[in-house]
């Protein structure tokens, strides 16, 4: 069974910063792509940031591009999403996702369907 846990979620002020950790439990979770998704209050969920199984390759999406960074150590089975000059329309509940059986070491997913597991959320408020 596998399991994704987000931690590091909170409130903090418009310009700040948080990092948020995503542990992700398994025999072969050190070979998952895995990923970042957000909702906010009456939105759909939506992309953030993923991360290759190797760590080498990333994509961001538009509205954080500049701003947050992901990475992972698989020593650890975490992956991280640095947060920095929070806005308030960052608001939201932010996802982990992994997907197994990932063969290539350089691709990273950007579209909910490719994940196959979720973790319950960790929410981030950011306040003007």
């Known amino acids: 069974q596998v399991h994704v846990v987000e931690s590091g979620g909170g409130l903090v002020q418009a310009g700040g910063s948080l990092r948020l950790s995503c542990a992700a439990s398994g025999p072969t979770s050190s070979t998952y792509a895995m990923g970042w998704f957000r909702q906010a209050p009456g939105k759909e969920r939506e992309f953030v940031s993923a991360?290759?199984?190797?760590?080498?390759?990333?994509g961001y999406g538009d509205s954080v591009k500049g701003r947050f960074t992901i990475s992972r150590d698989n020593a650890k089975n975490t992956m991280y999403l640095q947060m920095n000059s929070l806005k308030p329309e960052d608001t939201a509940v932010y996802y982990c996702?992994?997907?197994?059986?990932?063969?290539?070491?350089?691709?990273?997913?950007?579209?909910?369907?490719?994940?196959?597991?979720w973790g319950e959320g960790t929410q981030v408020t950011v306040s003007s």
């Open positions: 996702a992994a997907k197994e059986r990932t063969y290539s070491t350089s691709s990273y997913f950007t579209t909910e369907a490719a994940y196959d597991y």
């Open positions: 991360i290759s199984r190797s760590g080498g390759s990333t």
